[in-house]
């Protein structure tokens, strides 16, 4: 098995939400709630949950793009809270991220050549005739014509733009990338395209990914592991094979099964489904924050809050994980 | 073909915006039938004027810059085609209504839920308030809204997305329309929420009876809930069948494309690629000419580059536009 490359200890990122005039105590959001997680050197590791669960934040958090509250990051051993600006800055070079939408993430008075150019200069590439070079291959390596440099973001369509961030997050050759539901806001037939570039780049360049993203059907194809996260807890850890197949944290099963198949054939199968709607994560339920929805809770469920460990192999979060 | 299963029947349907570069056509030439009680859906990528489609047969074309045209728009034996807008604002809501996809941005967010959901009863109706209030906590039940009389009085902002969601759904059906029109009505919803308003919808349908147009870009969505399916493609219709002719036997080059890229959550990661349909969607003001789909389609033919082929019968109403179902072979 490859090396560890990124991990998390107790990671945590609680937001204070205004206290109201005569309210004294200070109330937090739990975006993300003590996470421990390793993602190993080439894999692409997929984070997924339904919006709230704190998957974003957590992708943000490993990154130090926002400061965590409790925890640790270690990035190949190295803490990386530890690190003075100057040595996180440098460690930048390291740490990409690609972001969803394609028409907000990329700045539309910059023209292709000064987007792409912007991270290599922040870092000191080179010389600007060097710069000038690495962009060009930085396109082709996306798959667009060098003659496009010269373009500004709106001469592009979304797959294209969705290229152009990809390109930015590549320039300073990475080797850690967050792709922030990268694919999300594109056409199907486009997504393909997107994905098996990343895949290609993937192989090229030995990256390794953390694909954040709430379409499963993406999940399961393109993923090695799966994290499942549930109001900032991650709830169960496993390899794509294994949650597509065996899931046993009952939310886990629930999110599989809600997914439309795109074959008529298979409709009238048997389909568990949650009811009720998400707990709103400003006012927590006691012990386990799914046993509101979870129709096998238990008393124990309701006291106590269950620590993601071991179920035969596979990390769960459940008093009572399913077994099938 | 206007029986009296047929609800709805769409012919020869075009829509043109005016612009900077001359007129842009953005649906052309489309037509279907919805029989009562179907569920007929529209897919698409965007672009492809699945939405179009439904703002003109809402008669909700801003015009100018759009003006909606087609042969004849038979809904229940009116011609809506033929309606001023008068009439059409009569009809609207109340024997057809829609449901948009944003639940956030498509309610009023200084109305009441009341107030809102309501609106339809108070413009076509004349019950009054107790009546109306009365109506939509009924519906609020129907739709599955917890806690619905707790509902009435708030305002959007206090509801979840999928409660939003729920009471546009509710809003739509508040005058039992007999064809509900939803435009994405899921795509701004979690998995889980999304599953729970789509078993609504199929249960409304079985229970109320009332038709509705599916409108999605998901083909999962298309596979669940649809009892026949519209494909388009840069404003046209290029296949239409019965839910299970179109996964089992795709006919267009298009549809096989667009099955084949969609990653199967059934299916376990392989380390063959996905497949995808080379290029992009044409622009509208500048189309391809001959078949549309031509510069992005591995069998194009010469003739694809030439003439646009039409909507042709395979068999049993399974319709595709495309040269390779030419009885020709295409040499016409």
Redesign the interface.
């Known amino acids: 098995m490859s090396e560890v490359l990124i991990s998390t200890e107790g990671l945590s990122k609680h937001y204070p939400i205004g206290s109201g005039f005569f309210r004294s105590q200070r109330r937090v959001v739990r975006a993300v709630d003590g996470i421990d997680l390793e993602i190993r050197e080439r894999e692409t590791f997929a984070l997924v949950g339904e919006s709230g669960c704190g998957k974003t934040t957590l992708g943000r958090v490993m990154l130090r793009l926002i400061e965590r509250t409790n925890g640790t990051v270690r990035y190949r051993g190295q803490d990386l809270h530890a690190l003075d600006d100057s040595a996180m800055r440098a460690m930048r070079k390291k740490l990409q991220i690609v972001f969803q939408d394609p028409y907000a993430s990329l700045n539309p008075r910059m023209r292709v050549k000064d987007i792409l150019a912007e991270p290599l200069r922040a870092h000191g590439f080179g010389t600007e005739a060097e710069i000038e070079e690495r962009c060009g291959e930085l396109l082709d390596m996306v798959g667009l014509r060098r003659q496009l440099l010269r373009r500004y973001p709106h001469q592009f369509s979304g797959g294209q733009r969705q290229r152009i961030g990809i390109a930015r997050a590549l320039a300073n050759s990475p080797e850690f990338v967050v792709c922030d539901e990268a694919v999300s806001a594109l056409d199907v037939s486009i997504q393909a395209q997107v994905l098996n570039l990343l895949r290609d780049l993937q192989e090229q360049l030995k990256l390794t990914y953390l694909f954040i993203t709430h379409d499963l059907s993406v999940v399961r194809q393109f993923a090695d592991r799966v994290g499942v996260m549930f109001l900032g807890r991650m709830v169960e850890v496993g390899t794509t094979e294994e949650i597509f197949s065996n899931p046993r944290h009952p939310y886990t099963m629930f999110l599989i099964s809600a997914v439309p198949r795109p074959d008529p054939h298979q409709r009238n199968r048997e389909r568990p489904m949650l009811v009720g709607d998400i707990p709103s994560p400003m006012n927590l339920p006691s012990g386990c924050r799914f046993h509101t929805r979870c129709p096998y809770a238990q008393a124990i469920c309701r006291s106590e809050e269950p620590s993601l460990s071991d179920h035969d192999g596979r990390a769960v979060a459940c008093h009572f994980p399913l077994d099938r | 073909m206007t029986d009296q299963t047929t609800l709805l029947s769409v012919r020869n349907l075009r829509t043109e915006f005016k612009t900077q570069n001359g007129p842009v056509r953005v649906v052309d030439g489309v037509s279907f039938d919805v029989g009562r009680g179907r569920i007929v859906g529209l897919v698409g990528?965007?672009g492809s004027g699945k939405s179009m489609t439904a703002l003109s047969l809402m008669g909700l074309v801003p015009s100018p810059p759009g003006r909606v045209n087609a042969d004849s728009i038979q809904l229940n034996g009116t011609d809506l085609a033929r309606l001023n807008s008068d009439e059409m604002r009569r009809r609207r809501g109340r024997e057809v209504a829609m449901v948009f996809q944003e639940p956030m941005t498509s309610l009023n967010p200084v109305k009441t839920m009341v107030q809102q959901v309501g609106e339809p009863l108070a413009i076509h109706t004349n019950l009054g308030k107790r009546a109306i209030r009365e109506k939509v906590l009924r519906m609020f039940e129907t739709v599955g809204i917890?806690e619905p009389a707790a509902r009435l009085d708030v305002y959007p902002h206090q509801l979840?997305?999928?409660?939003r969601q729920r009471a546009m759904i509710a809003m739509g059906l508040i005058c039992e329309p007999q064809l509900l029109i939803a435009d994405e009505p899921t795509t701004a919803l979690?998995?889980?929420?999304?599953?729970?308003i789509?078993?609504l919808m199929m249960a409304l349908r079985d229970k109320v009876g009332t038709a509705i147009v599916m409108i999605t870009?998901?083909?999962?969505?298309?596979?669940?809930?649809c009892d026949e399916v519209n494909v388009m493609y840069a404003g046209q219709i290029v296949e239409q069948a019965n839910?299970?002719d179109l996964?089992d036997r795709p006919s267009h080059p298009y549809t096989r494309?667009?099955?084949a890229?969609?990653?199967?959550?059934?299916?376990?990661?392989?380390t063959a690629?996905?497949?995808?349909?080379?290029g992009?969607?044409p622009n509208l003001a500048n189309l391809p000419n001959g078949c549309r789909f031509h510069p992005r389609c591995a069998d194009a033919m010469p003739i694809c580059k030439l003439k646009q082929p039409e909507l042709t019968d395979l068999s049993n109403g399974h319709k595709a536009r495309c040269w390779l179902h030419d009885k020709q072979g295409g040499k016409a």
């Open positions: 990528e965007s917890p979840s997305g999928g409660l979690d998995v889980t929420t999304q599953a729970q789509l078993r870009h998901d083909l999962g969505i298309i596979a669940e809930m839910v299970f996964f494309g667009l099955l890229s969609i990653p199967k959550a059934t299916e376990m990661r392989t690629r996905l497949n995808s349909i080379p992009v969607v």
